[in-house]
């Protein structure tokens, strides 16, 4: 096995996480080959060196697996054995950004590939309307976490609310304001507990007084750090005027990379009812759903210790790439089915 990735980010910085996880654990599992496509040191050259991955790929009986968006189009990824190949999806640009021109590139080429690992049953009820089969696709339903927990990064997991006063929040992610616009528009009427955020770009000026940026951390170390005892994931406004634009309705699509690293640091979430994600955390009893934030002042704080005990499960499997593990061996399988 060979796994792909496009090195395309910052030192710190949440993204790549996914990435790293997922090249991780397949090094483990399956001895697979890394292979790294750094564009900073030049698009030519990167180009160059994924041609001649995927040239290996075409004379080979090899699995290689790339983590997709790469930023080459169909010409480059055509060169690929495809029965062999695997696309991991971690995002779907055009559909992120609402963006139709590159909507239709990309389905172009995620149609040329019979092996798609797409995030959860909504994404791929949106591809296949788009001609996608499907019989192409595999969820993998949530994003590993890689992560071990040391006995001192245990000490700030002991608050567990009971009164509305001991309740406290957590958002880690982009803080700029086009993408977490709810952060600048929250006051301390609509939002009455205090707010704990970690990440970058944050205009602290525009912050009410209940809200608190703790800075920036590396992923690896982030779920020990979090302080507060539910962890916020939403994009956009802090109401639904923007549900169908730009990242609130690609919520309604995606596994946001922040739930597994939630989940992996043992804190129960607060979802938007209407986002992709939302039906397992209704099922799986991890979570509250609300159709805005200010839908947090009335949660049922009695149902926190069943759902804070319920994290457990999907915290042990982030943890030790549980997901990637099975859906790849979901489709090794298959692969062999038709080679026999």
Not at 193 to 221: C, M, T, W
Request: charged content about 30%; glycine content about 4%; hydrophobic content about 35%.
């Amino acid at each position: 096995m060979r796994v792909i990735t496009i090195k395309n980010w910052k030192a710190v910085n949440a993204v790549p996480k996914a990435l790293k996880d997922v090249k991780n654990i397949l090094k483990k599992t399956y001895k697979a080959q890394d292979c790294i496509i750094d564009m900073e040191k030049g698009k030519f050259r990167a180009k160059r060196k994924l041609a001649k991955q995927l040239i290996d790929s075409a004379f080979s009986n090899e699995v290689f697996v790339i983590q997709y968006p790469t930023p080459v189009g169909k010409t480059l990824l055509s060169l690929a054995n495809k029965n062999r190949t695997i696309l991991l999806i971690h995002d779907i640009v055009g559909l992120r950004y609402q963006d139709e021109k590159i909507l239709a590139k990309e389905i172009k080429i995620l149609k040329r590939f019979p092996y798609l690992i797409v995030h959860n049953q909504k994404m791929k009820e949106f591809l296949m309307k788009k001609g996608i089969k499907s019989q192409q696709m595999y969820c993998i339903e949530l994003f590993d976490y890689l992560y071990e927990e040391t006995e001192k990064k245990k000490e700030n997991k002991t608050l567990v609310p009971r009164l509305k006063d001991e309740v406290a929040l957590c958002y880690a992610g982009s803080l700029l304001p086009d993408k977490s616009q709810f952060i600048y528009q929250l006051t301390e009427d609509t939002l009455t507990f205090p707010l704990y955020l970690y990440g970058s770009e944050v205009d602290q000026r525009q912050l009410n007084a209940k809200i608190h940026y703790e800075g920036n951390a590396k992923p690896d170390e982030l779920p020990a750090l979090m302080k507060g005892n539910l962890g916020i994931i939403w994009d956009g406004q802090w109401d639904e005027v923007d549900e169908n634009k730009g990242y609130k309705n690609y919520t309604k699509y995606n596994t946001p990379h922040k739930l597994s690293c939630y989940l992996a640091a043992g804190m129960p979430v607060i979802v938007w009812e209407k986002s992709a994600i939302a039906e397992m955390v209704k099922r799986e009893n991890i979570g509250y759903t609300v159709r805005t934030l200010e839908g947090i002042k009335n949660l049922n704080l009695q149902e926190y210790s069943v759902k804070k005990e319920r994290i457990k499960i999907f915290q042990q499997k982030v943890r030790t790439g549980y997901y990637t593990k099975r859906v790849m061996e979901e489709i090794r399988k298959k692969m062999e089915e038709k080679n026999r």
